[in-house]
C-alpha cells in the first residue's frame, strides 16, 4: 500500500521558540489506515498537524504527500484533505446550514450536506444559529465541515471529545465507513476507547519525539503480561493465583485448580491501551 | 477572482449579521442629522473630519476586531484550510474594509449635495478614500496580527489613536500650529485627514497630497510584504 505521508527527521521551532517542539521524527501513514497519533498535552501533536496540514511551513526535515513534497503543494492540497479541529470553528451568528453552504461554495468536489447533516443528526437544526448549539451539536458540526469536500485523507483533533456515547458511536462508525471506502485518517486524540476501536498504527509522541509506532495488538502483546489469573473459593475465602501463560495446558497446578475448586473469576494478563499510554508517556494517574 | 467574489459575499453577509453594517448605517446616519442643523460653510469644514473618521478610524478598529472575532470564533482556522490562496483571502477582506468606507463615503457626499448643494471631485475622493483604507486596514491588521490578545490589541488601537490620531484631530482643530504641520506628515493619520479636505475642498494637488498618497501606498504595501502576508498563518495558529 502506497504511503499517503511519508515523514522523514521532521523538527520545528516556533518563530518564538528557544528550542524545537517537534525533535526529528519519522514515520508513515500508509493510503487507507487510520493513523493514531498520541500522547500527552503539549507533547507535539497538534504541531505535527499543524505541519502536515499546512498552517505551519518553516520546518525542518520532510513531508511527502502521497510522494509529492509538501512544500511544492499548493493550495489544491485542500481539496484533498479534511481536517475536524477540535474546537468550534463556526461562524456563530450564522445557522449550522448557512456555515456548511459558505465553506462547501469553496470545492470542487462537494458532499450532500444534507445527508451529512442527517447523519450526525444535525439536520433538523440546521436553521438554529450556531450560537444556539450545544458543545456536542458544535463538535458533530465540526465533523460535517471536515467531510464537506470528500476528502482523501481526514485530520481528526479529539474527534469525540464532548460527544455521548451514542454520538460518540455515530462519528466512529462515520470514520470507519469512510476508512472502507478508501479514506486515510490520522487521528490525535488522547482517548485510549477511540484508539482501541478505530486506530490500524498508533505512534505515541512525548516532548517532540516519538516512543512507539505500532499496531494496537502489537502493542498488547508487547507490554501485556503473559499470565492468567485465576480467583477461587477455597474455605469459603475468595482466594488468587497466578500462572505463567506459556504451556498453560500442561500446568497441573493450574489443571488441579480448575477440577477441584469452584472459579470466582478468570484473567489473562492483557493490558490496556490505556495503561499503555500511561507507561510510555510516562504519565501518573490521578485517581 | 471567483474565490475573491465569494469571500467578499461572505464577509459582507457576516457584517450584516454580526450588526457591523447596520452600526456603520447608524453612524452615518448621524452625520446626516449634524449636516442637517448646521451651514454649508460649516458642513465644508466638517465633512472630511467625518470621512477620515470612518476611513481611517474605523477601518483599524474593524480590521483589527473582526480578525480577533474570527479567531474566537476559530473560523478563520477552517477557512485557511479552504482551496483558496492567502492573497485572495487578504483581498477579500481589504475589499470588505474598504466597502465599509465606500459605504459612508456615499451617504455623506449624497447628503453634502442634497442638503448643502456641495458638490466636487467624486473620483478623486474615491482614489484618496483607497488609497487611506488601504494604508489604514493594512495598520489595523499589522497591529492585530501582532497583538498577543484582544486586551493587548486594544492597547495597541489605543497607543496608535493618541500617536498618531490625535495630533491630526488637534491639529484640524488649529490646537497644533501651522508650522508643526511637517512632523505630523509621520502620520499616516494625518496624510489621510488632509486628502479628505483635500478633495472636498476641491484643491489643487499639491506636494502635500503626492506625499501623502505615496506615504500610505508605502505603508500598505510594506505591511502586506513584509508582515500581514508572511505572518498571517503562523500569527493566526499560534494558539
Same mark, same amino acid.
Given at each position: ?41 503539549? =507533547? ?17 526535515? &520532510? ?7 509538501? /512544500? ?24 449550522? @446550514?448557512? *456555515? ?8 470542487? *468536489? ?30 458533530? @458540526?465540526? $465533523? ?10 481526514? $485530520? ?11 454520538? =460518540? ?23 485510549? *476507547? ?13 516532548? %517532540? ?15 501485556? /503480561? ?62 | ?99 465599509? =468606507? ?37 495598520? %489595523?491588521? &499589522? ?12 492597547? @495597541? ?9 490625535? #495630533?491630526?484631530? $488637534?491639529?484640524?482643530? =488649529?490646537?497644533?500650529?501651522?508650522? $508643526? ?15 479628505? *479636505? ?31 502576508? #508572511? ?9
Amino acid at each position: 500500500m502506497q504511503n499517503a505521508f511519508t515523514i522523514e527527521d521532521l523538527s520545528y521551532r516556533y518563530p518564538s521558540g528557544e528550542t524545537d517542539v517537534i525533535k526529528g521524527i519519522s514515520f508513515n501513514v500508509k493510503q487507507g489506515e487510520i493513523f493514531g497519533f498520541l500522547g500527552p498535552s503539549g =507533547a507535539g501533536k497538534s504541531t505535527t498537524q499543524k505541519l502536515m496540514i499546512k498552517l505551519l511551513n518553516d520546518y525542518r526535515g &520532510s513531508i511527502k504527500y502521497f510522494d509529492n513534497d509538501l /512544500k511544492a503543494i499548493n493550495e489544491s492540497y485542500y481539496e484533498e484533505i479534511g481536517v475536524g479541529f477540535e474546537m468550534p470553528v463556526h461562524f456563530g451568528k450564522l445557522t449550522g @446550514l448557512e *456555515n456548511m453552504k459558505y465553506f462547501s461554495s469553496f470545492y470542487k *468536489n462537494k458532499a450532500d450536506i444534507k445527508s451529512l447533516m442527517e447523519q450526525v443528526g444535525l439536520w433538523e437544526f440546521r436553521d438554529v444559529l450556531v450560537s444556539q448549539y450545544s458543545k456536542g451539536m458544535k463538535v458533530r @458540526l465540526n $465533523f460535517v465541515r471536515a467531510m464537506l469536500n470528500n476528502p482523501r485523507v481526514l $485530520f481528526l483533533d479529539e474527534v469525540t471529545n464532548g460527544l455521548d456515547p451514542k454520538n =460518540a458511536m455515530i462519528i466512529k462508525n462515520m470514520i470507519y465507513d469512510f476508512k472502507k471506502s478508501g479514506g486515510t485518517v490520522f487521528l490525535t486524540t488522547h482517548l485510549m *476507547n477511540d484508539v482501541e476501536q478505530l486506530c490500524d498504527q498508533v505512534a505515541f509522541c512525548v516532548n %517532540g519525539k516519538l516512543y512507539e509506532i505500532a499496531t494496537p495488538r502489537e502493542l498488547k502483546l508487547k507490554y501485556g /503480561k503473559k499470565e492468567v489469573t485465576v480467583e477461587y473459593h477455597e474455605n469459603d475465602l475468595i482466594l488468587k493465583q497466578i500462572f505463567e501463560l506459556k504451556d498453560l495446558g500442561f500446568n497441573e497446578d493450574f489443571q488441579t485448580l480448575l477440577k477441584s475448586n469452584k472459579l470466582e473469576t478468570i484473567h489473562s494478563g492483557e493490558t490496556t491501551m490505556e495503561d499503555i499510554f500511561i507507561k510510555v508517556t510516562g504519565a501518573i494517574v490521578h485517581e | 477572482m471567483n474565490n475573491i467574489v465569494k469571500l467578499l459575499k461572505g464577509e459582507i453577509q457576516r457584517s450584516i449579521k454580526y450588526l457591523i453594517l447596520p452600526v456603520s448605517l447608524l453612524t452615518s446616519v448621524i452625520w446626516v442629522v449634524i449636516f442637517l442643523l448646521i451651514s454649508t460653510d460649516e458642513a465644508k469644514t466638517i465633512s472630511p473630519l467625518f470621512i477620515f473618521a470612518d476611513v481611517a478610524v474605523m477601518s483599524i478598529i474593524l480590521v483589527g476586531a473582526s480578525y480577533y472575532l474570527e479567531r474566537q470564533e476559530g473560523t478563520i482556522n477552517s477557512v485557511l484550510m479552504l482551496p483558496i490562496r492567502l492573497s485572495e483571502l487578504l483581498a477579500a477582506k481589504f475589499i470588505s474594509s474598504m466597502s465599509l =468606507a465606500f459605504e459612508s463615503v456615499i451617504i455623506i457626499a449624497l447628503s453634502l449635495y442634497l442638503i448643502h448643494g456641495i458638490t466636487f471631485n467624486y473620483f478623486l475622493l474615491l482614489f484618496y478614500v483607497i488609497v487611506s483604507a488601504m494604508a489604514h486596514t493594512a495598520l %489595523g491588521f &499589522s497591529l492585530a496580527l501582532y497583538a498577543k490578545d484582544f486586551n493587548s490589541l486594544l492597547g @495597541l488601537l489605543m497607543t496608535f489613536m493618541l500617536v498618531f490620531t490625535l #495630533p491630526t484631530i $488637534f491639529y484640524t482643530l =488649529a490646537l497644533i500650529p501651522e508650522s $508643526f504641520e511637517v512632523f505630523l506628515f509621520l502620520s499616516p493619520s494625518h496624510c489621510a485627514n488632509l486628502l479628505m *479636505n483635500y478633495a472636498i475642498q476641491s484643491k489643487s494637488i499639491d506636494w502635500k497630497v503626492m506625499l501623502s498618497v505615496g506615504y500610505q501606498l508605502a505603508i500598505a504595501w510594506g505591511l502586506l510584504k513584509y508582515v500581514i502576508y #508572511p505572518k498571517f498563518k503562523s500569527n493566526t495558529v499560534r494558539g
